[in-house]
């Protein structure tokens, strides 16, 4: 398929560009508001076209194990699932983290605690980027706020998962994942040949050639010292991410006296309200996340010192809100609005959660 | 091989001795950890020779457990993956998929692969991955200091059953190969031990015919070895080994259940659906 205009859910999205990015493998189970992805793969049938593998496993703690023991032959191995089958697949995370193995999650998140609610929330960023598993380590975590970043984020995922061998994870929501809008597919990419496999990961086990050592993928070093030394490796990693791989986006922030933080399905509601608010004649800019780890920090506190107010709009109870306040050193008055539980918010309720928590 | 073994072993054969034993080279120099007598040395070394034998050294791929054996790979000189507790079917699925020329094999022990890993066991057999599992049952959890294991026998102490296991508090011991060989997935079931020469020789078949069963294509193998585990039931090795064939041997019989597909003959419905708990013998 080459760059043409389509009409295409968010979830369907996510399918098809695995199968245009060159994806190996896919392995899933179930869950609402994201199961299209793997409906939408196995009605496409890729590995009669390129090969790829599409399976639906037992539960969503086989599936993460399936790209663990996939993505470690060196092969673009994905899965996706939404908040209650993450919490499920943490445990893989932190494996797929501490064996530094390049993968592709997706969440579809919903509300929770629990089996909580099939609509859409954004209350597990503290457990995207804060570690949802045990140890020290990060996941790359990009929000789309639209149907051509779920697509787009898939082929910008490999690169970064293989460029720091890390798993990466793309952080969407039941609305994007269920809403249809345009977008413009792009030029296949092929799947990597044998030779591509073995160049761009090297560390892969797929049977040890004669002159070669045996390649070991394991998470485990019962050596303190050496795991401290493996601890600092990786966050020497997480630090250059932080150096180089940090994604955002400044909306009106120049002359704007108040700024709206969101990222994902709140971004798209905050722009609506950026722009009642311009009307208004408050000057108000959105500086919406597109990495939260690596977090914009320094990106977000240079926008900081020119405003007199930061509203943080998040389907969530406040969570990014923390990261913000840490970002501007609790220099500015910064405040959380949020509805949860599957709620979406209007935009108009955001302008006056703004207006009643930041301007009066 | 290891510079000091290389030179003591010209040595030797300079005094005329001859060479009648090795190591397999799919083996590597590196220390085995297991305890003396234990059956992870003799198994290790079966799978490894099945696999120098055979010609696969290259296209092997491992996946060690939680346990005992987690630190497999660093024994066998193959490319090799370490799973997290009881997913290596799970983890061994996704590579053999997506590496169709590979030989996989999992080593699990009996809390990895009948209390943690169950549902990704049952899984992976029932889709009849093309795959080779090994799978010891010393009926204990070894590494982290022996305790109750699914398949601790009725009236077996441990760690955590001092007084011995009971069916009204732990319930039932868990017959994992028994339960697997009325799967259609399943090609081959056998269940040996590696206790004796002859038990040994008849275990290096079966692990050979469950590779053999890989490069056919036929689906999934199973291979359970009993083995004592002398230092949780804090035993010596040799009385561990008459306990293992006197106690663990009548509720686990040792043979064949199912060989190409089919339950083989004189193995009834009564052998395979139990309607008594696994018990202790004396």
New interface residues.
Partial sequence: MARELQLMKGNEAIARAMIASGCDGYFGYPITPQSEVMETLMAEKPWETTGMVVLQAESEVASINMVYGGAATGKKVATSSSSPGISLMQEGLTYLAGAEIPCLIVNVMRGGPGLGTIQPSQSDYFQSVKGGGHGDYQLYTLAPASVQEMYDFVFDAWDIAFKYRNPVLILSDGAIGQCMEKLYTRDNVARWSEEERRANAPWGTWGKPAGRGHNIITSLELDSARQEVFNHKLQAKYAEMKEKEVRFEALNCEDADYIIVAYGSSSRIAMKAMQMAREKGIKVGLFRLITLFPFPTKQLAEVAKRVKGILCVEMSAGQMIEDVRLATQCGVKTEHFGRFGGIIPTPGEVLEALENKIIK | MNKDIEARKQELLNDGYEEVYTRTKVL?DAVMHYCPGCGHGTTHRLVAEVIDEMGI?????G?SPVGCS??A??Y?????????HG?AP??????K???P???VFTYQGDGDLAAIGT??TI?AANRGENITMIFVNNGIYGMTGGQMAPTTLVGMRSATTPYGRRVDLNGYPLRMTELLSTLPGTYYVTRQSVQNPAAVRKAKAAIRKAFENQKQKKGLSFVEILSNCNSGWKMTPVAANKWMEDNMMPNYPIGDIKVDGKICEGIDANRLVLDHALTVMQ
Avoid: C, M, S
């Fill in positions: 590597t050294q290259d296209q092997v791929v996946v987690v630190l790979y660093n066998f000189d193959v490319d090799f993956q370490e799973a997290a997913r799970a983890v061994a699925t996704a590579i998929r997506l590496n020329d590979t030989f549902a990704e899984h």
